[in-house]
C-alpha cells in the first residue's frame, strides 16, 4: 500500500464528517446525499442504528473533529419521546407523563422520527440500537471532559437507557444471570424469544445462531457503562435472583460470544 494513498484516504474521511455534520446541521447519513437509482428504494439516505450510524461516528474524536459529534448529540435528543412511544409499543415499557423510563430507535430511522421496527424483521427489530448509539455520545465527554454538557444533556439520557433495561432485563436461573430476551445481533438473524431460563440469540459478531445468551444486547448495556454510576437510582431497588438481592455489576456481566 502507497503510504500516501493511506494518508490521502484517511484526510478524504476526515473531510465527509466535516462537510456532512457541522454543528446546526443534520448528522451524517447512512449513504449521503448522493445515493440515485435503485440503492435509493432500500436506504433513502436514512439512519441505521444497527451499526451503520455509530460507525459514522467512531473516527471523529479521534481524529481532533469533535465539532462534527455536536449533531449527533442533538440527533439523540431529538429520539427520546418518539423512542419512548416505541419502547411502550414495542417492549412494554411505557413512559407517563413526565416519565422517563427508556427510549427505543430500532434499525431504521429518518428525519420524521421513525424509531419503530422497520422492514423485515431479520434488521428491522433491533432493541439495542439507541443503547449502542449512546456510547458514541458519552464518549464526547469523555474527550472534551465538558462537565455541564455530561450533566444537563448526556447524563439524563444515559439515565433513561439504564431505566429502561433494569425494567426489561430478565433473571435467568439458569445462567445466574440477568439476560436480554427477546435478543438480536444486528443483520445476525431473526430475534430469539426462548423463554430467559434459556435465552438464545446470535452472539455479538457470529453469522450463526447458537445457544447463547443475549451476549450482544448485555455487551451494549455494559460498554455504556451500565448502569454507569448512580445512572439508575432510580430503579436500583430491583431485587433479581435467588436470593432478592439488589441488581450488581456481576448481574450484568456479559455472555461469552464467538
Not at 460507525?55 to 455536536?70: D, F, I, Q
Not at 444515559?158 to 433495561?165: D, S
Not at 450463526?208 to 445468551?213: Q, W, Y
Not at 451494549?220 to 454510576?229: D, F, K, Q
Request: charged share 15%; aromatic share 12%; hydrophobic share 35%.
Amino acid at each position: 500500500m502507497d503510504p500516501a494513498l493511506e494518508a490521502l484516504a484517511f484526510q478524504f474521511g476526515r473531510y465527509l464528517s466535516i462537510a456532512t455534520s457541522r454543528p446546526g446541521t443534520l448528522p451524517s447519513n447512512l449513504n449521503g446525499a448522493w445515493l440515485i437509482g435503485d440503492a435509493s428504494q432500500f436506504w433513502n439516505a436514512d439512519y441505521h442504528f444497527n451499526i451503520n450510524v455509530q460507525m459514522n461516528y467512531w473516527p471523529n474524536l479521534v481524529t481532533n473533529l469533535a465539532e462534527t459529534a455536536e449533531p449527533f448529540i442533538e440527533w439523540m435528543e431529538s429520539l427520546r419521546v418518539p423512542g419512548r412511544v416505541t419502547a411502550g409499543a414495542t417492549s412494554a415499557v411505557p413512559s407517563g407523563p413526565g416519565e422517563e423510563n427508556g427510549f427505543l430507535v430500532h434499525t431504521v430511522n429518518n428525519i420524521f422520527g421513525l424509531t419503530a421496527p422497520y422492514g423485515v424483521q431479520e434488521f428491522g427489530w433491533n432493541i439495542g440500537g439507541s443503547t449502542w448509539a449512546l456510547q458514541n455520545v458519552g464518549e464526547y465527554h469523555k474527550f472534551t471532559q465538558d462537565g455541564e454538557l455530561l450533566r444537563d444533556r448526556i447524563y439524563p439520557m444515559q439515565r433513561e437507557l439504564a431505566n429502561f433495561w433494569l425494567t426489561y432485563l430478565w433473571w435467568s436461573p439458569y445462567q445466574d444471570r440477568l439476560v436480554v430476551t427477546p435478543s438480536v445481533s444486528a443483520e445476525q438473524g431473526p430475534p430469539s424469544t426462548a423463554p430467559p431460563t434459556t435465552s438464545r440469540s446470535c452472539g455479538s459478531c457470529s453469522a450463526t445462531r447458537s445457544a447463547l445468551p443475549g451476549s450482544w444486547g448485555l455487551t451494549t448495556i455494559w460498554s455504556l457503562g451500565g448502569p454507569t454510576p448512580g445512572a439508575a437510582r432510580s430503579r436500583a431497588d430491583r431485587r433479581v435472583g435467588p436470593d432478592q438481592g439488589m441488581v450488581r455489576g456481576d448481574h450484568l456481566r456479559p455472555g461469552a460470544g464467538g
